[in-house]
């Protein structure tokens, strides 16, 4: 059974410019999350989505945006990379939003220059 | 606001030592308690889930416990070994924040 996969693996950007970045859930999971990881602020919660529908947004700003499609699979857009966008982002795939183990994946490296 | 602390940051001790990490969470009304392993630039990698309704999980030399009433966890790892050094995340599951996460401790496991 595949795990949950992150594409790509590494990212390098330059100010400015925007990117795009895609989670593969777990066959059979409908819930998919994601988090940003910096050394600075440790793991934070971008947002999280379950049957197409956004069910909840941390806290950042409108440059961040996702989307989940039908297949379950997802994607997050980060617009007008700034340098402290520079992160490890993890999406993690569950079966349901609540009470479902969370499986990570391997995660995408963003480096913004 | 949730917040979930891991008490130490980091422990280094040698390999075959029993060993404890500490969590604890502000609020009590949770869904599940995870604990994960990271390795250095890695993804996470699930370790052992105790649902709101239960005391404790147990896989292999690991063995977890969850005291709601005092909002606390704790992860024991027996017989420590080096392939056990690695950042271990304590993750508080409920409310509206999906995952809420710890610093992690970050464990060295010396030959």
């Known amino acids: 059974k595949a795990g949950v996969t992150q594409t790509p693996r590494y990212l390098i950007k330059t100010r400015g410019q925007q990117v795009t970045l895609s989670c593969s859930p777990i066959s059979g999971h409908r819930s998919v999350s994601w988090y940003q990881q910096t050394p600075g602020q440790g793991l934070q919660f971008l947002f999280e989505?379950?049957?197409?529908?956004?069910?909840n947004k941390g806290n950042f700003p409108g440059r961040f945006s996702g989307r989940q499609f039908s297949n379950s699979r997802s994607e997050m857009n980060v617009s007008t990379l700034e340098l402290g966008d520079s992160a490890l982002y993890l999406c993690?795939?569950?079966?349901?939003?609540?009470?479902?183990?969370?499986?990570f994946g391997q995660g995408t490296r963003l480096t913004v220059v | 606001k949730q917040e979930v602390t891991q008490i130490p940051a980091a422990l280094s001790v040698p390999e075959g030592e029993n060993l404890v990490l500490n969590c604890s969470f502000t609020?009590?009304?949770?869904?599940?308690l995870q604990w994960f392993r990271q390795d250095p630039g890695k993804g996470l990698t699930s370790l052992l889930l105790i649902q709101s309704s239960q005391r404790e999980q147990t896989s292999g030399r690991l063995n977890a416990s969850l005291d709601k009433s005092s909002g606390r966890s704790t992860l024991y790892i027996a017989a420590s070994q080096p392939g056990d050094s690695a950042t271990y995340l304590c993750?508080?599951?409920?409310?509206?924040?999906?995952?809420?996460f710890g610093k992690g401790t970050k464990l060295t496991v010396n030959p």
């Open positions: 993690a795939s569950s079966l349901a939003p609540a009470n479902t183990e969370a499986f």
């Open positions: 609020d009590s009304a949770i869904y599940n």
């Open positions: 993750v508080r599951q409920g409310g509206s924040e999906k995952l809420v």
């Open positions: 989505y379950f049957s197409e529908t956004q069910r």
